[in-house]
């Protein structure tokens, strides 16, 4: 099991410009979210995807989007890229329903944007 | 709104000391509660948590006692190791499935020496 994985693992990026971040989920996981965490702070949610459609979403502008495929693997798009999007970008995954099952993190992306 | 506040670190301890790193909450309702630990250069690992009120969760002879009356959710460890050395995020999480999102305090920072 690979459990979560993120690519890619480092970019950097020129303000202004777009940037796209995948996820896969663990095996069996149905669900995604996407936390930033900028140095020296805690994740900060960004957003929740299940059935290919967008369930929670935290305190971020629309220049933050995402998607979910029907393999349940997630794409984090960021446009109009600023200085302080710089961050790691966190992908967590989770069961919908059933069981309760904890959420497993990937490791992240690191985004620079200079 | 739904809060988590930690102790401010770094917190540096001597191999085999006694650790506590303080953690508080504020949230409408009945949050679950958890601690996940960050290793250099890697995502987030859920270390226990706790669902209700008393429970105690433990893992790795780190435990944390879950107090409604004081809104609080402390990791302890009797014995520190060197390997122990990493950040410490407290989180609560809302509702009763599996899948609200997490909110995190803004870490602590563990150094231990040998």
């Known amino acids: 099991d690979a459990g979560v994985t993120q690519s890619p693992t480092h970019l950097i990026k020129t303000r202004g410009q777009q940037v796209t971040l995948r996820c896969s989920p663990k095996s069996g996981h149905d669900t995604v979210s996407w936390y930033q965490q900028a140095l020296g702070q805690g994740p900060q949610f960004i957003f929740q995807?299940?059935?290919?459609?967008?369930?929670q979403r935290g305190n971020f502008p629309d220049r933050f989007s995402g998607h979910q495929f029907p393999n349940y693997s997630s794409e984090l798009n960021v446009n109009a890229l600023l200085l302080g999007d710089s961050a790691l970008y966190l992908c967590a995954s989770s069961l919908f329903r059933g069981r309760a099952t904890e959420a497993f993190f990937g490791q992240g992306t690191r985004l620079t944007v200079v | 709104g739904d809060s988590v506040t930690q102790m401010e670190g770094p917190v540096t301890l001597s191999e085999e000391a006694f650790l506590t790193i303080n953690c508080t909450y504020t949230?409408?309702?009945?949050?679950?509660l958890f601690w996940y630990v960050q290793y250099p250069g890697e995502g987030l690992q859920l270390l226990l948590k706790?669902?209700?009120?008393?429970d105690k969760g433990s893992n790795k002879g780190f435990e944390a006692t879950y107090r409604k009356e004081t809104t609080s959710f402390h990791l302890e460890k009797g014995s520190v190791q060197v390997s122990d050395s990493a950040v410490y995020f407290c989180a609560l999480r809302l509702g009763s499935g599996n899948t609200g999102k997490l909110i995190f305090g803004q870490g602590t920072t563990l150094q231990v020496k040998p």
């Open positions: 706790a669902t209700k009120a008393d």
């Open positions: 949230a409408t309702g009945y949050p679950s």
């Open positions: 995807y299940y059935e290919e459609e967008e369930r």
